[in-house]
């Protein structure tokens, strides 16, 4: 049967081979260290499992709004108050099957074919894909290494056509856990605003930074930004919620509304029991997560310190999420590979160790390594790594 063009469009994760690998050697009994997973390796907070708990005996397990229960939304409301000085209405926010389904309703609304969306690189493999499946055009501007993977309004400007509908900010930033600080914000917003052009600010790994810089959400920089902004958040990475599936979208009344119509024609709506999950999450002080965040933070600067030695291997010190992005162009150079993602391959043959190429992030000189783990494990992965890098220099 032939297969809706759409589809056919999508390039192939750029972890399944890898992950396919993995798991076979699993099987076979080795012990394989991956360092692919996108998730912290912590257990939802106690708390939040009562929640949920409760509003199942209660039998909270019915349809809800599409939008999210109104109880959801109005904590969404009182937390961005809070943490973004951000003032938003109970129609200007819209509670998603998690926050990847807050970005593909969001492309689906907003984008018409050929409408082109400005994707800096690296990037989180789903964005482009998504612009792809809503007939748009994903556009990359590279962002320099040099610049702490981040790109320049100049960049930004030069990227902007007529058909150029939207941004895309990730802050701070999978896989390379760059930030944009405040005045650069401003300076892109600025940009934004004046060539008409609607930021969406992907704020998922706001509550993990690791530096002296506060998280800034470029809505709250100034009315003008907030009215060309659609922010997109959740519990996943912050509250360790990830296969609850709850994010949000917060922005325009004119985009939220129809993203909510859509909804109603696609999920019907979040799952009850996780929605109210999230509700004890965003009810809660920080305590968890401000935890979680330390323990994160030690193992950062336990695997940063173990991998900018090792021959080859270089490495931008990240400030946020869980992810580390180091350069091996020169580690593939001196081992005689043809690319990062051979070097990648034969790494996990040799040494059972699982990274993600950077390829399948628009980075092929870079792969990306999540400390999502335990300290012995991390010790015993940079040890496996450095093994390899010297054997194969």
């Known amino acids: 049967m032939e297969l809706a063009n759409r589809v056919k469009s999508l390039t192939p994760s750029a972890t399944l081979a890898i992950t396919a690998k993995a798991n076979e050697l699993k099987s076979a009994g080795y012990d394989v260290i991956g360092l692919g997973v996108g998730e912290p390796d912590f257990n939802t907070p106690a708390y939040i499992l009562d929640a949920a708990e409760e509003a199942m005996r209660q039998g909270l397990t019915k349809y809800t709004p599409s939008g999210g229960i109104p109880e959801l939304k109005g904590a969404i409301t009182a937390k961005l108050k809070r943490d ?61 290494e040099q610049n702490d993977f981040k790109i320049t309004p100049d960049q930004l400007k030069q990227a902007i056509t007529p058909r150029t509908k939207a941004f895309i900010i990730n802050s701070p930033s999978n896989p390379t856990g760059m930030m944009y600080n405040q005045q650069e914000l401003e300076q892109l917003g600025n940009v934004c605003v004046q060539q008409n052009v609607l930021m969406i600010s992907d ?5 993990l930074i ?28 912050s509250h360790a919620m990830t296969g609850w599936r709850i994010g949000y979208a917060a922005g325009p009344k004119d985009i939220i509304q129809p993203m909510t119509s859509l909804a109603s024609h696609s999920t019907s ?23 979680m965040r330390e ?44 690319s990062a993602d051979d070097w990648v391959k034969a790494l996990l043959e040799e040494e059972k160790v699982a990274l993600v190429p950077g390829s399948g992030f628009g980075a092929p000189s870079n792969v990306r390594l999540s400390y999502a783990v335990s300290t012995e494990t991390l010790k015993e992965a940079a040890k496996r790594i450095r093994r390899f890098a010297e054997v194969h220099s």
């Open 84 to 144: 973004n000085e951000l003032t938003y209405a109970s129609d200007e926010v819209i509670v998603t099957t998690g926050a990847k389904h807050a970005l593909y309703t969001l492309f689906q609304v907003l984008l018409n074919k050929g409408d082109e969306v400005i994707v800096p690189a690296p990037y989180w493999v789903s964005y482009p894909e998504q612009v792809k499946l809503a007939e748009g055009q994903p556009v990359y501007v590279n962002a320099d």
């Open 269 to 291: 709506n979040p799952a009850s029991i996780a929605q109210y999950a999230a509700l004890a999450a965003y009810r809660s002080d920080d305590q968890p997560v401000n935890q």
């Open 203 to 207: 704020e998922i790994y706001e509550k």
């Open 210 to 237: 690791y530096s002296s810089d506060d998280h800034v959400s470029v809505a709250a920089l100034s009315d003008e930004f907030k009215a060309n902004t659609v922010i997109i958040n959740g519990v996943s990475k």
């Open 295 to 338: 323990i994160f933070h030690e193992r950062l600067n336990l695997m940063y310190d173990l991998l900018k030695d090792i021959p080859g291997i270089s490495c931008v010190k990240p400030k946020g999420a869980f992810y580390l992005f180091p350069n091996i162009q020169e580690a593939v150079r001196k081992g005689g590979f043809d």
